[in-house]
């Protein structure tokens, strides 16, 4: 099974990740537990490329291309093989944050961004995703409040490219309701769990 966590920043992800990977573990489960841009060695190097603040010269669809690149080493490299073992793969970020950040957000058309993408995932998809939802400008408050944040290079990014990463999301949310779950992530960060978990479980009992 193949779960991926997805949202805008600030939207508590990376916890809530930690716990569900837990819960998943303890239930006698072997996980996984991923990132994207990243994940594999290869990955991490165009990772550092993609978020280093200087290259502020990136072009849109270098930008895309390259979080496509680093996608792909990703699948062959380490998800496709965890799955054939029998793992439980979880992947903080995968192809919805391309659609909602340089489909919708950049401007480059999430229809564009998917075909590119299917490209290096040959159709490949999760069976979950899990949506943390919140509103921009409270994520943007959450984020300043955390003295041991990373700045990145598209968190230095105005509000109004975040208000449309959320109508990305928000929008694909609606276009796959039979895989995306969203989750309100204005709750506390137990409740939050909570309904993740709720998700998570349903369907590791279908299997
Ligand atoms: P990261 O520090 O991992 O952010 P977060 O904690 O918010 O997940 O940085 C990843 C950044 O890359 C984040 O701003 C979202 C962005 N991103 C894209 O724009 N497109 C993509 O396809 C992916 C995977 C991430």
Redesign the pocket.
């Known amino acids: 099974m193949f779960i991926t966590f997805e949202?805008?920043?600030?939207?508590g992800?990376?916890t809530v990740i930690k716990e569900i990977a837990k819960r998943i573990a303890d239930s006698g489960r072997e996980v996984v537990l991923t990132?994207?841009?990243?994940g594999t060695p290869i990955g991490e190097e165009i990772?550092n490329v993609?978020?280093e603040k200087k290259n502020t010269a990136m072009d849109p669809r270098t930008?895309a291309l390259l979080?496509a690149a680093?996608?792909r080493q990703h699948l062959v490299e380490k998800i496709i093989p965890a799955l054939k073992e029998g793992k439980v793969v979880i992947s903080?970020?995968?192809?919805d944050?391309?659609l909602?950040?340089?489909g919708m957000?950049r401007g480059l058309g999430m229809a564009e961004v998917y075909q590119l993408n299917l490209f290096a995932t040959e159709g490949f998809e999760p069976d979950l995703t899990i949506y943390l939802s919140l509103d921009p400008e409270a994520g943007i408050e959450r984020i300043e409040a955390n003295p041991n944040r990373?700045v990145?290079r598209?968190?230095l990014e105005k509000i109004s490219f975040h208000e449309l990463v959320h109508k990305g999301f928000e929008e694909l949310t609606k276009e796959n309701p039979h895989r995306i779950v969203k989750v309100d992530a204005s709750k506390s960060v137990d409740q939050v769990i909570e309904a993740c978990w709720e998700a998570v479980e349903k369907r590791l009992r279908w299997r």
């Open positions: 949202g805008g920043e600030g939207s992800k990376s990132r994207e841009p990243g990772r993609i978020l930008e979080y680093s996608r903080d970020r995968f192809l944050s391309s909602a950040y340089q957000a990373e990145n598209l968190d």
